[in-house]
């Protein structure tokens, strides 16, 4: 797709702007504004041959229905299921959204900055504001901002046209990565034939998928805040540092408020340490009667004692640590028993949904699950600080899954590697329910680039964090997987009576049995079981169990249980269904309108294995002995 290359050539030549800068979720303050941009956009897809017509007739200088017909297009969600066009549902190249909104004549002034914030576009982002190019991003699944107020300024009646074009064109270097195919045979594929092929397992859906918003600050301005928790006895430590940015010498104050608002401790200066006596510790749901406790951390700045600057960062005080065996969370024994999920939905595809996202907490905590693996990317922060206040743990995954080719392997995909872990981290290094980074998923580790590519990614990951483990997902053989000796926990993979030995149940004690004590007399790391499971085509039954019906996913799972169930009790330190809910992939003989390996359905329906794992997962709460009293199955 050469529009493309136009943007990747772009984006080496402004670098990926501004990763020394902080990336705050934007919140309202005495000093803060907010104006949300979701609702309907006008959009336009490239249908010309090279995808480039947007470019060459400049599409964003004049409004977009100017360009030719546009169509209504809800923001936030993935494009692709809104109309009825396959060619638009399968859609490879460049769209065009557009918005025109007035703003607020007080944010145009000297003393004030306008960002225009994208939550997350997938997958190549250019942004244009009044026809005046403001920012470049590559990768899906992350925010990223730009200051407009320049630009506005040009225009004093306060209109501002934000366009924004998006290319989902996936390459050997993005991440996830991908091949366009370009197919040259009039005798069996029409002229200028194009496919995207990729090596993972969900529908490629594009488009804005989180929020856009116009947020202001002061000037000068509190531009990241990292803190860092742990505690000994009864008192909570948290060390913080402040940026201001704009100022050269700030004075910072910082205050801690319990969850009713009253402060418990100060420290002023852009750095320190706060001491929090008789501290909350933030404790996992199911592992203390109040999960999920957060601090307030208000962080200002001033200067002769006036306010310039507020902002209001939720924390929650509690410690990570692996050893040999267990997973430690506040010095206690954490057993994961949770999900992996996937953003996705009906129509939305993988857009931000508010009431798809209670549900699925309200199904979370229904199911008694303490955790999820953030499967194969970044999810929504809104659906990150409903894991902290929920006290639901969250393993972080970034999009590094189908990294199968040899030349994925290079240089140039490793320094985008690299630097999405950075955004990823800057982004979620706050939140308490996050407790591991994962680099990747299923990529092949027994290539001989695996060795150098994981150690660098996990050494930089740990450099940007040190406080958390670090680890990748794998389905290689234990004896070749060259990421391994790298990550702090082994999470496996693996489908026993399902991809091989289809309708075996039999095999999975002695093949499950078998995996875990190869990793764990290879490596002596505490091993999660990251991903298993069996299609289900909701309603079909029969009995003997057969694949694709729901007796036959309660066997596998149950199969599975027995062997959780012996070597928990030595160094298995979790397990994390595949998956939680039915979820759409692209179209091959191995899927039946998407992958059915959902205990829910897709629209959140739950088959017979959610039940059975409802019943484990309450048990395995309550055998933890951490679960308070009068807390029950409910
Ligand atoms: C896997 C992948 C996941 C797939 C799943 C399956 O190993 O990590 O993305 O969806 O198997 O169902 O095949």
Known sequence: IPGSMHCRTS????????????????????????????????????HSLNRNLGFEQ???????????????????????????DPRLRDFI?????????????????????????????????????????????EGGHLPFEAEIVEVLRNNPGGACRITIAVNNTLTLQTLPPGTIQHIDDPT????????????????????????????????????????????????????????????????????????DGCCVASSTGPSGVIKVTDANLWWPYLMHENPGYLYSMGVSWAAFIVVLDVYAL???????????????????????????????????????????MVKDFNLLKWLGANSFRTSHYPYAE??????????????????????????????????????????????????ASVVMWSVAN???????????????????????????????????????????????????????????DPGHLEVIPFQLNTQFENWYGKYQKPIIQSEYGADVVPG???????????????????????????????????????????FMTAQTVTRVVGNKKGIFSRQRHPKAGAFLLRERYWRLANETGLLPVGARYP
């Open 11 to 46: 984006a080496k030549c402004i670098g990926l702007f501004s990763l020394k800068r902080g990336m705050l979720f934007p919140r309202e303050s005495s000093s803060r504004e907010i104006k949300e941009l979701n609702g309907l956009w006008n959009f336009r897809a490239d």
């Open 58 to 84: 400049a599409w964003y200088k004049s409004r977009l229905a100017e360009s030719g017909p546009v169509i209504d297009m809800p923001v936030p969600a993935s494009y692709n299921d809104i109309t009825q």
């Open 93 to 137: 190249g460049w769209v065009w959204y557009e918005r025109e909104v007035l703003v607020p004549s007080g944010w145009v002034s000297e003393e004030t900055r306008v960002v225009l914030r994208v939550g997350s576009a997938h997958y190549y982002s250019v942004v244009w504001v009044n026809g005046i190019k403001v920012m470049e991003h």
């Open 188 to 259: 069996r594929y029409p002229a200028d034939y194009v496919v995207q092929n990729t090596n993972f397992d969900f529908f490629n859906y594009a488009g804005l998928h989180r929020p856009v918003m116009l947020y202001t600050t002061p000037k000068a301005y509190v531009d990241d805040i990292t803190v860092l928790t742990t505690f000994a006895d009864n008192i909570g430590l948290l060390s913080y540092q402040v940026s201001v940015l704009g100022s050269p010498n700030p004075t910072v104050t910082v205050t801690l408020s319990d969850k």
């Open 314 to 356: 939720p924390v929650g005080i509690r410690t990570v640590q692996v050893t040999n065996t267990q997973f430690l969370i506040n010095n206690k024994p954490f057993y994961f028993h949770g999900v992996n999920k996937h953003e996705d939905a009906d129509i939305r595809g993988k857009g931000l949904d508010w009431p798809l």
């Open 382 to 431: 809104e659906i990150m600080q409903m894991a902290d206040r929920h006290g639901i743990v969250v393993i972080d995954e970034c999009p590094g899954v189908g990294i199968k080719d040899i030349r994925s392997f290079g240089n140039a995909s490793l320094s985008h590697h690299l630097a999405v872990m950075d955004e990823l981290v800057r982004r979620d290094k706050n939140h």
């Open 442 to 500: 299923e990529p092949a580790a027994e290539m001989p680039p695996a060795g150098f590519y994981f150690k660098t990614l996990m050494a930089h990951t740990k450099s940007l964090d040190p406080t958390r483990p670090v680890t990748f997902i794998t389905d290689s053989n234990f004896a070749r997987d060259k990421g391994a000796p790298y990550v702090d926990v082994i999470c496996v993979n693996s489908y026993f009576s399902w991809y091989h």
């Open 540 to 582: 079909l039954h029969t009995d003997p169990p057969m694949m694709f019906t729901e007796e036959y996913q309660k066997m596998v799972l149950q199969n599975y249980h027995d062997v959780f169930d012996r070597k928990r009790k030595e160094y298995v330190i979790g397990e994390l269904i595949w998956n939680f809910a039915d």
